[in-house]
């Protein structure tokens, strides 16, 4: 296996296990590797647009659908608990997972709790609208603002 | 993006925050969009869809508008 997607799967693995993302340093020893060319595997990751690192630390902040912090998109599924990114990736962790999942989020606008759900391969039928503040093509210029 | 109660909702914070209405996007639509990015992400064969991949998908729900064009 190529080992740019030994280290996506390993940082995926433990991710959906724990909805916690790994340091650099312990994906460098869950692959038996150094830190240094993790650090490289996981630049050409964010190069690919696989990843969002912190600008300062390079750990990772995104590793879509799934948020390293707390967002205002949480996310229950079989027990477990994750952050999603937006409202798109909270419906994608219910897809890359292949399992039902309830979100925990709110009305961008008034604040008013919402929830989500997906049972069975299908969204549950709720009232709500998703909003997209910036164009398809300028979705990278600033991944946490879209 | 932000999930909203209604499209008074989504009018009232584009005023608030200065921000030009886009288009809408279903719940349904929005769950397509989850499984055509996601659904083989945990996967080896995973990746993220190219440019014409993802106007392709984004077509395929009906979302037509230049606001989906990838390409600058």
């Not at chain 2, 030009?20 to 080896?44: K, S």
Request: hydrophobic residues 45%; charged residues 20%.
């Amino acid at each position: 296996m190529d080992f740019d997607v030994s280290v996506k799967l390993a940082i995926y693995h433990v991710i959906a296990n724990t909805g916690k993302a790994p340091s650099i340093a312990q994906v460098a020893a869950r692959l038996n590797s150094s830190v240094a060319i993790i650090r490289e595997a996981i630049q050409r990751l964010y190069t690919k647009r696989l990843l969002v690192l912190e600008p300062d630390t390079f750990e990772i902040r995104m590793a879509p659908p799934f948020s390293a912090v707390p967002t205002s998109f949480a996310v229950a599924a079989a027990g477990k608990s994750y952050f999603a990114n937006c409202v798109w990736d909270a419906y994608g962790i219910a897809a890359a997972l292949h399992l039902d999942v309830g979100v925990s989020t709110s009305c961008g606008c008034c604040g008013e709790p919402m929830t989500l759900a997906v049972r069975e391969g299908a969204p549950v039928q709720t009232p709500g609208l998703a909003h997209f503040a910036v164009p398809a093509a300028h979705w990278w210029d600033d991944i946490n603002y879209t | 993006m932000l999930l909203f109660r209604s499209e008074e909702h989504v009018e009232r914070w584009c005023q608030t925050h200065n921000v030009p209405r886009r288009p809408l996007v279903l719940l349904d639509q929005l769950w397509q969009l989850a499984v055509a990015w996601y659904a083989n992400r945990l996967t080896e064969e995973s990746r993220r869809p190219g440019p014409d991949e993802m106007e392709q998908i984004f077509a395929r729900l009906g979302l037509h508008d230049s606001f989906w064009q990838v390409r600058r």
